[in-house]
């Protein structure tokens, strides 16, 4: 990865609203070409020219402000994924959400609130599809005089992209015309190198130098649009210390199971014989939707005297369909929950929410044709409703009281209860289309029941929730059942913001509506967000002024510019 090529300058006064320091970034959105497997070199929207795009560094507390400049051909926006933004959705990023792109030939000065997050987090375009190659990471260290939970010698960054042909922009306006399936991506990467798996590729690989004894961290982040991943090293365990800027219980394994939208963060110790070893990325794929099964290879090579050009060994890793070796990995992840990290799950809840996650079916309109099954056309829906982004933000209609843009009439179960994951072949599978919010009070301890449904091309739906973390309290295949609340884990649950729905299957979160403003919650598989797989919730102030979302910066972009 490159090093970041703008400026970071730290402020040693502090800011009122801040913990620690200040600390600036420049953010340059701009095509610029991209070697990459001969036939798909192209232009692409990059950051300060970089691919995957600058880190931010930074600790516990801080504040941080990126002046993202746009000098690309159209409107783009960039969210800090994981970021909490207390009390600051103005700077959140989802497009029509909580902003309106920052057009051509323009600057928008962000401002990232750091507060409980520790760990390993990212950044990324949240405009169209063009997060496939504006993305990068967002590194938390621990407050100046306190230590990780763990110990390591060195550390890596670790970013996986999916590299389309084409324009991305172009791919998902197409397929929505259509109503057809967008474009697969052609391969692979780790840290912009597609690896030597690929024709073409000039044996590019990524590779992690390692000295035989020494520990090393790798931050792994998961910036891929659509396809999830197992990894694992050759002939090497992986220790699951963390996950979405949040510490874990030591979790030793031989593979991990990662979805788009999620980090984690890896012990690997270099204790084998001197040699070079395959790290891979294989999908995991459990629909029949078409999907891209291509892997992505790079090298753990050890320094030392040895053959370096015996062809490095291959890990084992399961196969592209076994949904119960992902699940078998989810289910493991455990919180620290330790006396400097404590887990605080809600236990008195006061608003239970289900919402059933679908891909569906619309019509084709009059006099068109369309590409979708049976001449259909492509859509997802939460609680059978299809959202459709205003044309203007919904936090700024929110803030400022204007009536029109969106409907506070997002349902707190189903309309229609069937069995979910059953024989659905006598249902209709079209979905009301609309841009309903879910209405929730502040301080609030609110459980969401995740159900996934058997309509469409089912599948392992990573549900992403801005504004928060939560407490992932309960899984399983099937139908919920409201027996199974008994089993829940309330001691140590995984404290993440994207969680796997497993296909045909639940999930329930819990967490405490403390985090007043208007809050994007998507599947962050972007073919189904694309569909409209997502809503908005809109937590309300509370009573006193710590309880209220800030006023707007002086400068938001504006909603009359493409």
């Known amino acids: 990865m490159g090093t970041f090529l703008g400026f970071a300058v730290t402020a040693t006064l502090l800011f009122c609203m801040a913990q620690g320091e200040v600390l600036f970034y420049d953010f340059v959105v701009n095509e610029t070409p991209i070697e990459m497997l001969c036939e ?62 920052i057009p051509t030939n323009s600057s928008f000065l962000q401002k990232i609130k750091l507060t409980e997050e520790e760990g390993t987090l990212w950044w990324h375009a949240h405009s169209d599809w063009s997060r496939a190659t504006i993305h990068g990471p967002i590194i938390i260290l621990p407050v100046n005089n ?11 960054t670790i970013v996986i992209s999916e590299w389309y042909a084409r324009d991305t922009k172009d791919i998902i306006n197409e397929a929505l015309a259509s109503g057809g399936d967008p474009d697969l991506s052609v391969a692979y990467t780790i840290n912009g190198q597609p690896g030597d798996s690929y024709s073409c590729s000039n044996g590019s690989a990524y590779n992690i130098m390692v000295v035989q004894g020494k520990t090393y961290l790798l931050r792994i982040i998961h910036s891929g649009l659509n396809e999830e991943m197992f990894f694992g090293i050759a002939e090497h365990n992986l220790t699951v210390v963390g996950m979405d800027g949040a510490y874990l219980k030591p979790l030793n394994i031989e593979y991990l199971m990662i979805t788009p939208g999620q980090t984690m963060d890896v012990l690997v110790t270099a204790n084998q014989t001197l040699g070079r070893y395959y790290m891979v990325f294989s999908p995991f794929v459990d629909t029949n939707a078409p999907s891209n099964e291509n ?25 592209f369909t076994n949904k119960s070796d992902a699940g078998n990995f989810t289910i493991q992840l455990r919180s620290l929950n330790s006396e400097e990290h404590p887990s605080t799950v809600p236990a008195n809840i006061t ?33 059978n409703i299809s959202f459709s982004a205003p044309s203007i933000s919904i936090l700024q209609a929110y ?11 997002f349902p707190d179960e189903p309309s229609f209860v069937f069995d979910y994951t059953g024989n659905v072949s006598a249902l209709g599978e079209a979905a009301i289309v609309g ?69 045909n299957g639940w999930t329930s979160i819990r967490f405490k509506a403390d985090n007043p ?46």
């Open 295 to 319: 892997v992505t290879r790079g090298i753990f090579q050890y320094n030392g005297t040895y053959n370096h050009s015996e062809t490095p060994v291959l890990p084992e890793l399961p196969g």
């Open 351 to 383: 608003r239970n929410i289900t919402i059933t996650v679908s891909v569906n079916q619309q019509p084709c309109p009059a006099n068109q044709t369309c590409t979708g099954p049976d001449g259909s056309m492509h859509s997802a829906s939460l609680n």
């Open 435 to 503: 841009n309903e919010v879910l209405m929730i009070n502040y301080n609030e301890e609110v459980e969401i029941r995740f159900q996934g449904t058997n309509l469409g091309a089912a599948e392992n739906h990573p549900m992403h929730l801005h504004g928060y973390s939560f407490y992932v309290v309960g899984m399983g295949d099937g139908n919920f059942s409201d027996s199974y609340v008994s089993d829940y884990n309330l001691v140590d649950p995984p404290y993440v913001n994207t969680v796997g729905l497993p296909k």
């Open 146 to 156: 306190t230590n990780y939970p763990y110990k390591f010698d060195e550390q890596h």
């Open 40 to 101: 798909t070199n192209r232009s692409v929207l990059i950051v300060n020219g970089l691919f995957p795009g600058p880190e931010i560094r930074a600790h516990k507390g801080d504040t941080i402000y990126v002046n993202v400049t746009n000098l690309g051909p159209y409107g783009i926006t960039i969210h800090w994924h994981g970021v909490r933004q207390i009390r600051y959705p103005w700077s959140d990023g989802p497009e029509y959400v909580t902003q309106c792109p």
């Open 399 to 409: 803030y400022n009281n204007l009536l029109g843009v969106y409907n506070e009439t």
């Open 517 to 562: 403003g208007v809050w994007f919650m998507h599947c962050h598989l972007e073919r189904h967000a694309s569909w409209g797989m997502n809503t908005v919730f809109i937590v309300g102030d509370g009573k006193e002024k710590h309880q209220k979302v800030y006023p707007p910066p002086s400068y938001m972009p504006p909603c009359t510019v493409s």
